[in-house]
């Protein structure tokens, strides 16, 4: 699994384990999020959330751009486009989430990482915690809320 959840009493930690890819963001993992941010939201047991990221060279790289090109080369030919290909950021964007969620960032921060980060209300850093909005480098536009929620 991708997203590990783990319960203790009121509060959920959310752990992105993809640490040989320093837990970058493939729509699989996407699915897996909005599923468990889903679970969170909707659980009255459940009061605060915290995310982080598997070992300790990154919180969220971002996109995993290897898969992610690939499947959109793949679907390339399909009539009807794949939201999670055009949007794959598993911003707040209708997932309207009141409770508290806490960031714990370890390591490298970028792109949709950021973003994943600027989601929540809190956001605790290591001393060793990078930030970048990579898309600007890469002739895209940062997604998810990364130019709305970083002021």
């Known amino acids: 699994m991708a997203i590990l959840p783990e319960r203790k009493g009121k509060i959920v930690c959310i752990t992105i384990n993809r640490p040989e890819v320093m837990n970058a963001l493939d729509h ?11 679970d969170f939201r909707d659980d009255p047991d459940l009061w605060v959330c915290i995310i982080t990221g598997a070992g300790d060279k990154a919180f969220c790289a971002g996109a995993d751009l290897v898969k992610v090109v690939k499947e959109r080369i793949s679907h390339t030919q399909d009539l009807e486009p794949n939201p999670e290909i055009i949007d794959p950021f598993p911003g707040g964007d209708g997932l309207d989430i009141w409770k ?3 960031a714990a960032i370890n390591g490298y921060c970028f792109a949709g990482g950021l973003g994943l980060a600027l989601l929540c209300d809190i956001r605790i850093c290591s001393e060793n915690a ?6 600007t480098s890469r002739g895209i536009l940062p997604g998810g809320g990364q130019t709305q929620r970083a002021s």
């Not at 699989?28 to 889903?38: G, Y």
């Not at 990078?130 to 898309?135: D, E, I, Q």
């Open 130 to 135: 990078t930030f970048g909005t990579m898309g």
């Open 28 to 38: 699989e993992t996407i699915r897996e999020l909005k599923k468990t941010f889903l």
């Open 100 to 102: 508290p969620m806490i």
